[in-house]
């Protein structure tokens, strides 16, 4: 009988202590032979690197090594409006990182730009808050007893004020 050597299953099984090498998954541990720590480190320090002014619109989205046709590059995602800010602050922002780092990591920078989209999810929780608000205000209306009736309503008041 003749045993598969390609196989997405461990053929013998190791005892004791494993080395971390051979735990590890092969999809993570392609990311990490290829300069997954540099891309993963930015995401970390990315205040101190980018400052407190550009951290607050821009984020890191991937890092791309350097092969025979490119350079490494690092690409950030701006949102939309503040790109001149960011488009000047590249050299400075290459400077710090490959300072970070000790070495020259990242060559180019590239941006993409992006909506910010916050202000659309808070309009559909209020259409959602306003559903369930006036299914409760049905449901208050609809109690028989006044007391219990007027207690309710002036305690939805006071949730309101908060």
Known sequence: ??????????????????SLKDTLPKNIKKVIYKKGHVFSETLNNWRFIAGKNLFNFCYPKSFRNSNKFNLSTLIIMVKRG?????????????????????????????????????????????????????????????????????????LTQVFKEK
């Open 82 to 154: 503040h790109e001149i800010d960011v488009e000047y602050s590249k050299k400075e922002i290459m400077e710090k990182i490959n300072d970070f780092f000790g070495y020259s990591v990242v060559e180019k920078i590239k941006l993409i730009s992006f909506e910010d989209k916050k202000n659309n999810f808070s309009s559909k929780n209020d259409a959602k808050n306003n559903v369930t608000n006036n299914k409760f205000r049905q449901k208050v209306i609809n109690v028989k007893n006044e007391k219990i009736r007027k207690s309710l309503i002036e």
């Open 1 to 18: 009988m003749q045993f598969k050597k390609y196989t997405k299953q461990r053929n013998r099984s190791i005892q004791g202590l494993r």
